[in-house]
């Protein structure tokens, strides 16, 4: 049974940091894409970021490319993702997924990830 679970949201300011972390379990994920998603109130879910899990190859949406920052710890099974230059626009929850994808694909739909994590809170005061 895969697990992912997410923890490191909270209340932060305009331009603080965060980091959130997605501790995975019940498989052996090297073949697997990690992503980070968000969904605001009243929005739909958008992609963050992704990586691969094997060769730590990194994918970015544009709104947070350069403030954002995901990894993976191999001996943890954990994937992280740095959050700097935080601004209100970026206030949603943040789900942790997980893709099985063999090749050099990294899916930006959420519709690929076929395992979620529960989410959590972060928002981000003016």
């Known amino acids: 049974q895969v697990q992912l679970v997410e923890s490191g949201g909270g209340l932060v300011q305009a331009g603080g940091s965060l980091r959130l972390s997605c501790a995975a379990s019940?498989?052996?994920?090297?073949?697997?894409?990690m992503g980070w998603f968000r969904q605001a109130p009243g929005k739909e879910r958008e992609f963050v970021a992704a990586i691969k899990w094997s060769r730590g190859v990194t994918y970015y949406a544009d709104s947070v490319k350069g403030r954002f920052t995901i990894s993976r710890d191999n001996a943890k099974n954990t994937v992280y993702l740095q959050m700097n230059s935080l601004k209100p626009e970026d206030t949603a929850v943040y789900y942790c997924?997980?893709?099985?994808?063999?090749?050099?694909?990294?899916?930006?739909?959420?519709?690929?990830?076929?395992?979620w994590g529960q989410g959590t809170q972060v928002t981000v005061s003016s």
């Open positions: 019940g498989r052996t994920f090297s073949n697997y894409v």
């Open positions: 997924a997980a893709a099985a994808v063999s090749s050099w694909y990294i899916p930006a739909s959420g519709a690929e990830y076929d395992q």
